[in-house]
């Protein structure tokens, strides 16, 4: 693919103009309102109430890791094949729908539905929202700006759930259905947001544009295995994209089984009560959301793919230090950890964007990455059952940290490895940051000002 030439944006404010505003403040709105479970601090004890047993809880659960793997291939070649603006839509009716399933029905077939739908709809969003967005920015020359709009978005749904989340107790005072209820109401906000998005044009080819080729050429027969093979056939050419894929898999799990799977336990095994739970939860919200916020704190000497790593080293390195000190020196590991977290996904989920070559499915390679990052979640979680029923808590901190650091040192060496260099500037020449530009990235006119010699001109390479 040739070289991209960088075409000033004709807008105002930054550089934008005013369909990459309008995008990014929808993104912003969809993606705030669609996430906004506030179910989710009461949700075990709300089964519990419906007369639901420990067992059906958590089966309900691995039911849903499970579907949730198997919608995300068929949802992202939907996404690739009507667009993603229209997956958003779908995906909130099926977010609302979701959230009412509980209210009408609260037994184990209720809650059951309730999850499968959640399943759904989280999956026909998962890429696409992802998709559309850099698609949008990139339409409008406005491409630059991605990387603060998605960790911006990320930043704003999280404040929003340290917010909301204190108020269930008092709401289900009131309304014991409450939290479903609002849910419902959430979800349907984020509909009216992705129906206010614009149909995505130009040059650059957005993915509504592309869904119409493809389903031009789609009724021919065979389209979604075409799509899926093409996504596939992308993956194996392109060294850059998988090994991309993989780093992310150490930012995913690593989070996920520690925010997740092992976050009380940690607190319990340091003498730390229930009640300061949420307390240290939502402190720990508060660090993820200013750090997804913030990318551009980082420093310029490092590139997007280096920071990842080291990132990633700083998780691990965390959850080693949890085993030593006592709960304070934990709360702030914690934190630290959480921060670590709201760093890396906004960057991590640039390079994967930046790495899909032009016209391909982009949605669907998004959905193989999320299969490839919770199936290695999933395989985790087996592991820590098995280290915190045996009592080998510790154990499980340190073996975690050392897997990461072997891992992400035989991902460098290939990395820097000729071949995969040559793979990366085939690939596609101008659209990862050089190196040290995330400052460049996320378009801070300040932090730019205020660093002298700083390149102009925002070339980049792969």
Not at 98 to 103: F, R
Not at 307 to 326: C, D, F, I, R
Request: a positive charge.
């Amino acid at each position: 693919m040739s070289p991209r030439i960088r075409r000033p944006a004709t807008g105002t404010g930054g550089g934008l103009t005013d369909t990459a505003r309008r995008i990014i403040r929808l993104n912003y709105g969809f993606q705030l309102l669609f996430n906004l479970l506030w179910w989710m601090p009461v949700f075990y004890a709300y089964q519990k109430t419906a007369g639901l047993s420990d067992a059906e809880i958590f089966g309900i659960q691995s039911i849903y890791y499970v579907a949730f793997c198997l919608f995300e291939i068929p949802t992202g070649l939907i996404a690739d094949r009507i667009g993603t603006r229209n997956c958003l839509r779908a995906g909130a009716v099926v977010m609302t729908a979701a959230n009412l399933a509980p209210v009408l029905s609260a037994s184990y077939t209720g809650f059951l539905v309730h999850f499968l739908a959640i399943a759904a709809g989280r999956s026909l969003t998962s890429g696409a929202a992802s998709a559309y967005l850099y698609d949008g920015l990139r339409a409008e020359k406005c491409d630059e700006h991605y990387l603060k709009a998605e960790g911006t978005a990320r930043a704003l749904g999280l404040a929003a759930k340290v917010v909301c989340w204190p108020l269930v107790g008092p709401l289900m005072a009131l309304a014991h259905a409450a939290p479903y209820l609002l849910s419902a109401v959430s979800a349907a906000g984020s509909l009216a947001c992705a129906a206010a998005l614009p149909r995505l044009a130009g040059a650059a080819g957005g993915s509504d544009k592309a869904a119409v080729e493809r389903s031009e050429g789609g009724r021919r027969g065979g389209a979604f295995l075409r799509d899926a093979g093409a996504a596939l056939r992308c993956v194996a050419s392109s060294r850059w994209l998988a090994l991309v894929m993989v780093q992310g898999v150490a930012v995913f799990t690593l989070s996920r089984i520690c925010q997740v799977n092992l976050f009380q336990p940690i607190l319990l095994d340091h003498g730390i009560a229930e009640a300061s739970h949420g307390g240290v939860l939502a402190a720990m919200t508060v660090a993820e959301a200013v750090g997804s916020a913030r990318p551009q704190w980082l420093s310029r000497r490092l590139t997007p793919v280096a920071w990842v790593s080291l990132l990633s080293l700083v998780l691990a390195g965390t959850l080693a230090g949890m085993t030593v000190g006592g709960p304070w020196s934990v709360v702030a590991l914690l934190c630290l950890f959480a921060a670590a977290t709201g760093f890396a996904y906004p960057i991590q989920r640039k390079l994967v964007n930046d790495a899909v070559p032009a016209h391909a499915p982009r949605a669907t390679l998004l959905s193989v990455e999320s299969i490839v990052d919770r199936a290695v979640c999933a395989l985790a979680a087996v592991a820590v059952g098995a280290y915190v029923s045996a009592g080998h808590l510790d154990a499980l901190l340190l073996h975690s940290a050392l897997a990461t650091a072997i891992l992400l040192g035989g991902f460098q060496l290939v990395v820097h490895s000729g071949s995969v260099k040559r793979s990366q500037e085939k690939a596609s020449v101008g659209s990862l940051p050089s190196a040290g530009a995330v400052v460049e990235e996320v378009g801070d006119e300040a932090v730019r000002a205020a660093a002298p010699g700083a390149e102009s001109g925002r070339g980049r390479r792969r």
